[in-house]
Structures are given as C-alpha cells and as structure tokens.
C-alpha cells in the first residue's frame, strides 16, 4: 500500500490516504515505455550530471524494496516473456538432478546452445521454463533472473541505459524511473 495525499472536501484539510499500488499494466508497458524514451533519455542526462552516484543508489533500493514489496510479479512475467534465461553451465548438473532428468536430455530439451561465456540460452521465448506464470526452476532459476531488473545493485548511474530500457518491459522498473523524477523534481519541462 502507497500513502497518498488527498484533499477533503468538507473539512477544506488534506488527509493521508492509504491506495492500492497502481501501476502500468504489463500488457501496456512496451506503449508507454516507448513513449517515454526520449523523455527518460533527458532524464537520464539530468542524473548523469546532476544526481550523487551513492544517494542514486540507495534512492533505487529504497523504491526497488518498497514496490516490490506491494507488487504480484506472478501477474506479470514480462521479463521471461521477452529475455531468455542464460543458465552458468556449473548450475546445469543441479537443476537437472531438480527437474529430475540426466544433464545431457536437459540441455538438448531446453537450450538452443551457449553465449560466448559458456553459460546457456534457454530456448525461444517466452522462456521455456516459463508454465503458466511460474518458472519450472523455482529457486533454482538463475541469479540473473532472480536479481531482474537489477533496480537495487550498485552503481546504478553507470547501468542508467540498461535500466531505461528495461523500463520498457518491466512495470517495476518503469514505476522506479517515474518515482525518481519526482523525488528529483524533474519534469520534461525543466525542474
Ligand atoms: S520483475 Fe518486472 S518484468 Fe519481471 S515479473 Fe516482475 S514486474 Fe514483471
Ligand atoms: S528461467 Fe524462469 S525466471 Fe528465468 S526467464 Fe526463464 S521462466 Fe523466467
């Protein structure tokens, strides 16, 4: 839940509010994260030049945590709608042994092949472990996916065009982006 300001009418007061979070819908955030680059381009610009390296950071954390926290991801899955998992080929032993098969039918079932740091892309997309809205891997589903859209990692002012275009497939990343240009008053018109 978000606390909003709301003005009350009969008593002429502003009252705090208690409100659902309300976010972009998944099915809508490739429309309005397109429409959106160039602004987030400025904005990035803006931080680049503007915003500390370390106070971005924890601003990232903070909205990362508490977004998160009030967000149903299972509703979502964008990210392994439009990313194919890379799985470190030391994990493949162990999340076969996890889906019960030997290592060799698990790879030729679900992987196209390796990247040119051996791990290993999983089939077509959505992602082949995405069943219904959960991945077949559960936790052993790998750190990448589990650290996705990496909106609380260090150094987030040298990741800030990775970030603006995952904001075009992820809502909580699109949702951290609009919360920072508030709490960094800054609008497309000038702050
Ligand atoms: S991390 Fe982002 S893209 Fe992935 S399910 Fe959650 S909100 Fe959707
Ligand atoms: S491995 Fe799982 S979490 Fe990662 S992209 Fe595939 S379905 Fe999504």
């Known amino acids: 839940m978000i606390a909003f300001k709301i003005y009350h009418r009969r008593s002429g007061h502003c009252v705090l509010k208690e409100s659902p979070l309300r976010m972009i819908p998944p099915r809508k955030i490739?429309?309005?994260?397109?429409?959106?680059?160039?602004?987030?381009?400025?904005?990035r610009a803006f931080l680049k030049s503007h915003a500390d390296p370390d106070e971005l950071d924890q601003r990232f954390k903070s909205l990362h945590e508490e977004i998160f926290a009030a967000y149903d991801c299972s509703k979502c899955r964008n990210c392994c709608k439009e990313y194919n998992a890379s799985v470190p080929d030391n994990e493949i032993a162990s999340d076969a042994e996890f889906l019960a098969m030997p290592a060799d039918e698990f790879k030729t079932r679900y992987f196209s092949g390796q990247n040119q740091n051996?791990?290993?892309i999983s089939r077509g997309l959505p992602c082949c472990f995405l069943n219904g809205n959960e991945c077949i891997l559960q936790?052993?589903?790998?750190?990448?996916?589990?650290?996705?859209?990496?909106?609380?990692?260090?150094?987030?002012?040298?990741s800030l065009m990775n970030t603006m275009e995952i904001a075009q497939v992820c809502p909580i990343a699109y949702e951290i982006i609009e919360r920072l240009k508030q709490e960094y008053q800054w609008t497309p018109y000038g702050r």
């Open 30 to 43: 490739a429309f309005w994260g397109k429409k959106k680059e160039k602004e987030n381009s400025r904005f």
């Open 139 to 158: 936790d052993h589903k790998p750190e990448s996916c589990k650290l996705f859209p990496y909106t609380n990692q260090p150094d987030r002012m040298g």
């Open 118 to 120: 051996g791990d290993w």
